[in-house]
C-alpha cells in the first residue's frame, strides 16, 4: 500500500506594519516545524517555506496562492495539506487573520482563516490542516479595522 502524500506550506512574518513590534521566534518556529515535517516523513518537495526572513524580505498572498494552487494542480494530488503560519494575528469581524508584510497597509494582504477553510473545502486535497502561532486579540483601532484577509489559496 502506498503511502498517502502529504505536504506542508510554512508561512513566517514577524515584521508586519501597524505600529506592531517585530516577532523574535518566527524563524526557529518555523525551523521547528520543518524538522518536524520531514521527521513525519514529508519529502522535501512537499515542502515550501515562505518567511520574510526577519524583516528582510517580504511575504505576499500571491506567493502562498501560487504555491497552493501548484500543489492543487499537481498530477499526484497531497491527500493532506498543512498550512502552518507563524507571525502577527487578530480576530476580526470576519474570523481570525494572519498578517502578512504589507498589512495593515494594504488589507488584502492578509489571510481570512474563515475564507481559507471555506476556500480549503473545495480543494482537491482530502485534508486540510491549519495550525496558527499567531494572536487573535480582537482588532483594537480602524487600521486593523479594515483588514478582513482573503483565501490563502485558489477557489
Known amino acids: ?11 513566517g512574518v514577524s515584521k508586519t506594519g501597524g505600529g506592531l513590534v517585530s516577532l523574535q521566534a518566527v524563524e526557529s518556529g518555523l525551523d521547528e516545524m520543518e524538522d518536524w515535517a520531514v521527521a513525519q516523513g514529508i519529502d522535501d518537495h512537499d ?11 517580504k511575504v505576499v498572498l500571491r506567493d502562498l496562492i501560487d504555491w497552493v494552487t501548484k500543489m492543487n494542480n ?29 498589512a495593515p497597509s494594504y488589507p488584502s494582504e ?15 486535497f482530502d485534508h ?5 502561532d499567531a494572536c487573535r486579540v ?5 487600521q486593523f479595522g479594515y483588514v478582513m484577509g482573503t483565501v490563502s489559496s485558489p477557489t
Not at 500500500?1 to 508561512?11: D, F
Not at 497531497?78 to 504589507?102: E, K, M, R
Not at 492578509?110 to 482537491?124: I, P, Y
Not at 486540510?128 to 496558527?132: A, E, K, Y
Request: charged share 15%; proline share 3%.
Open 110 to 124: 492578509a489571510v481570512s482563516l474563515f475564507a481559507s477553510e471555506a476556500g480549503a473545502r473545495n480543494s482537491s
Open 138 to 142: 480582537p482588532a483594537d483601532n480602524i
Open 47 to 57: 515542502i515550501c517555506r515562505i518567511s520574510d526572513e526577519a524583516g528582510t524580505k
Open 74 to 102: 499537481d498530477l499526484q494530488v497531497p491527500q493532506q495539506l498543512i498550512v502552518y503560519f507563524s507571525g502577527h494575528g487578530f480576530h476580526g469581524a470576519g474570523g481570525d487573520v494572519w498578517l502578512l508584510s504589507d
Open 1 to 11: 500500500m502506498q503511502k498517502a502524500r502529504r505536504a506542508i506550506l510554512l508561512i
Open 128 to 132: 486540510v490542516v491549519f495550525i496558527s
